[in-house]
């Protein structure tokens, strides 16, 4: 069979299919002036079931070699469904308590010379300098532990907390995401600060006499590599610059601190070895945590939480409509609930600013849609 006739078939086919596609959207609108007038909600479940099974059963019965045809419809039409849903919360204005919470969002930073900021660790750590870079000029309080840093900010002891959130070589850091998660804390500014780690020990210490490295479990897990090849014992400890400290403290040539040069210089340490992680590139991001949603002018990223109904193709739909809007997902990662039921809450960020009406609208209707929807926030992410 000559494949250019095959072609002209389905060229053919489409030119009918496209007037029928665009004609069913005209009755969505319809159904959509319809529930406005009579207070009925978009979602129908029910319905859109009856509409994907009759599909289905139909192509089954068009399908006598059983190629699948009714598994195929049944996925095409659920987008369809899905497409449709989203035309008509548009058309209602869906979610009314998140459109107000936009609007009234300020629309800029408290400026850093009046920002109070908190962060994990001491002086020389890498959070302190993704604080220099994000609030130019600015003292951080420093605090022992992450859940400190959520506090402060809870409290109202400080506008924002800096906080590791991802490692370009070891992945997220499942922790902080669950205390953000389990405090709705929004996020306001983000910065990905590049990460050299440094083998650092007092002075007169040699790295061929160093047998015990320590230093937070990110920054020894980004130095495996040397650490296996060089033999050494690991510690865990809170933070690479308060290991910093430590190990100055101790004065034992054979304990070393794996953290940065800032950190080498802030206790009196001496660099034994540079560039130690396993990765050229090492980039950390940090986000800034803040109690209340600021949605600055120049925000290009959007980050998520949300949880997803008990139903087949369920997350496959909700990532369609974030193509159906041409955003760029940047982040899916999902964290269990921890109430016993293996259930699993999503974070997501992608690409965008919430100044884009079809952006709020795609949230919007998402904020109605799911079981649970938090919109964390809409910020800058300094890359340089």
């Known amino acids: 069979m000559d494949l250019s006739k095959i072609r002209e078939d389905i060229d053919r086919i489409d030119g009918e299919l496209v007037p029928l596609l665009c004609e069913r959207l005209d009755c969505s609108r319809e159904v959509a002036a319809y529930k406005q007038q009579h207070g ?23 399908d006598p070699d059983d190629y699948g045809y009714g598994r195929a419809n049944a996925l095409v039409y659920s987008t369809v469904m899905e497409v449709s849903r989203a035309l008509q919360h548009r058309m209602l204005g869906a979610g009314s308590d998140l459109r107000d919470r936009l609007a009234n969002a300020p629309r800029s930073l408290i400026a850093a010379e009046k ?9 020389g750590a890498f959070s302190h300098e993704a604080a220099s870079r994000l609030f130019a000029g600015t003292m951080p309080q420093f605090v022992t532990t992450w859940e400190e840093v959520i506090a402060a900010v809870r409290d109202g002891e400080a506008d924002y907390g800096l906080l590791p959130v991802e490692n370009s070589s070891t992945g997220s850091v499942h922790e902080v995401f669950d205390l953000i998660m389990a405090n709705r804390c929004h996020i306001a500014a983000a910065v990905d600060v590049p990460v050299r780690q440094c083998l650092l020990g007092v002075k007169g210490a040699r790295a061929e006499g160093v047998k015990t490295v320590v230093s937070h479990p990110q920054a020894l897990s980004q130095c495996r590599e040397f650490i296996r090849r060089h033999g050494f014992a690991e510690q865990s400890y809170g933070n690479t610059a308060t290991a910093a400290a430590m190990v100055a403290a101790q004065g034992d040539a ?17 660099v ?3 560039g130690i992680q396993t990765f050229e590139g090492n980039t950390t991001r940090f986000v800034a945590i803040s109690r209340e949603l600021c949605i600055p002018q120049d925000a290009d990223r959007i980050t998520l939480l949300f949880c997803l109904p008990h139903v087949t193709g369920s997350l496959y739909h909700i990532l369609a409509r974030f193509a159906l809007e041409g955003l760029n997902l940047t982040k899916l990662e999902s964290r269990p609930l921890r109430n016993g039921s293996f259930e699993y809450a999503f974070y997501l960020d992608f690409e965008g600013n919430l100044q884009n009406e079809n952006t709020v609208a795609l949230l919007c209707a998402l904020s109605e849609e799911l079981p649970q929807f938090t919109l964390l926030g809409n910020y800058r992410e300094q890359r340089e």
């Open 40 to 62: 009925i909600p978009v979602l129908n479940e029910q319905r859109e079931r009856e509409v994907v099974q009759a599909v289905a059963k139909k192509s089954g019965e068009l």
């Open 115 to 123: 920002a109070r900021i908190v962060c994990q660790g001491t002086q």
């Open 254 to 270: 054979s304990l070393a601190a794996i953290g940065s040069v800032q950190a080498a210089q802030a206790f009196g340490l001496t």
């Open 272 to 274: 034994l070895a540079d």
